[in-house]
């Protein structure tokens, strides 16, 4: 198969980005601050509420093809991850309440030219969500949606109607709320499935060494594909999710297929809209690593806090081998800082960026 080879013109600057991205971020900043003025406390612009911090082991691999071995993934080895499950939207809400679930892997110890100026870690974040793509897809798409929640700043059920109807689909935030949509967008309504079963993906396109691709955990172990659509029971608690993966992982360990899934045509593949789904029949998802989780405690208060509150998942955390890329990820540079920095602020928290899987609390 005929791969795209990465260069710098895979990427095109959209017009007005800068101006967009920066009012993509102070509307951000500004919900961010009625969030806090309701809970007294601060949480991420999205994914804000946590169902379990995990330990684990990313192992790569041996012997991948030339065109997998690439990045972090050029040799076989085993890094410690750390793992923040959660729930897409940008407050605290039921989980009876459908919405994207998020994985969220920090990968420990992989040594490289960073992206960030100034960075001294040394981790990869991959930040992958239970669905293939965004339904804003571009810089313009997005600013135009944030514009609209933001008119909603304050009004809180009806941000909750907004966050709930997100996870139905683009189109339907605009219904919720009682507003004309200002883009023509579309969605599908999604269940309210254990989260442990949910395949998860990067959305947006990164940097592959060589090549171009998006990225994708999936379900591997028997006990968590046995879990794959199986329904949230609507009379479970206000944190089901949360004890879900509590007793699970109390139980038993899990492991999760790590995929790429690279461009092979920027026509049909495009990097600068990731509202498009990349047809799997040009490229299928390749196995590249395990994820192996072994048995824990999942969300002891220590976790929680460290997990929440101290830790910061940024997809620029990382290496310049697996460089994210097109508008929504160059955006994201800007928005994931400026939220990071707001909430270690008001939490009064120190931002960690761990180097050894000891610092994460058990």
Not at 39 to 58: C, N
Not at 154 to 163: F, H, I, Y
Request: proline share 7%; hydrophobic share 40%; glycine share 6%.
């Amino acid at each position: 198969m005929d791969y795209l080879r990465y260069s710098d013109a895979v990427e095109v600057m959209q017009p007005d980005e800068d101006r967009l991205g920066d009012e993509i971020v102070a509307s951000m900043s500004q919900i961010n601050r009625a969030v806090f003025d309701r809970h007294r406390h601060a949480t991420r612009d999205a994914h804000a509420k946590s169902h379990g911090i995990l330990k684990g082991e990313l192992v790569v691999d041996a012997d991948l093809p030339a065109h997998l071995a690439q990045g972090l993934f050029a040799q076989a080895g085993r890094y410690d991850v750390i793992i923040r499950l959660s729930s897409a939207p940008g407050d605290i809400h039921s989980d009876k309440v459908p919405a994207l679930r998020g994985m969220a892997i920090k990968v420990l110890g992989v040594a490289g030219e960073r992206l960030l100026p100034g960075d001294l870690g040394s981790t990869q974040d991959f930040l992958l969500v239970s669905a293939p793509t965004i339904p804003f897809g571009h810089v313009r798409a997005y600013h135009e949606f944030q514009h609209t929640l933001q008119q909603l700043d304050g009004v809180s059920d009806t941000l909750q109607a907004a966050a709930a109807a997100l996870a139905r689909g683009a189109q339907t935030v605009f219904d919720a709320v009682g507003v004309k949509a200002p883009l023509v967008v579309t969605g599908q309504s999604i269940p309210n499935d254990h989260i442990l079963g949910e395949t998860f993906h990067s959305m947006a396109a990164i940097r592959f060494g060589d090549h171009v691709a998006k990225i994708s955990a999936a379900p591997d172990s028997p006990q968590v594909r046995a879990l794959t659509g199986v329904a949230v029971d609507a009379h479970e608690g206000y944190s089901v999710l949360r004890d879900l993966v509590v007793d699970f992982f109390r139980r038993q360990g899990a492991e999760y297929r790590l995929r790429a899934q690279l461009c092979t045509d920027l026509s049909t593949m495009p990097v600068e809209d990731a509202s498009v789904v990349w047809p799997e029949e040009a490229s299928p998802h390749q196995p590249i690593a395990r994820l192996v989780i072994p048995p824990q405690e999942a969300y002891s208060p220590a976790r929680r806090v460290f997990g929440d509150d101290r830790l910061s998942f940024n997809p620029w955390h990382g290496i310049a081998p697996h460089r994210p890329l097109g508008s929504i990820m160059r955006v994201r540079a800007k928005a994931y800082e400026a939220s990071s920095a707001f909430r270690h602020a008001m939490n009064v928290q120190p931002r960690v960026e761990p180097k050894d899987i000891s610092e994460l609390p058990d």
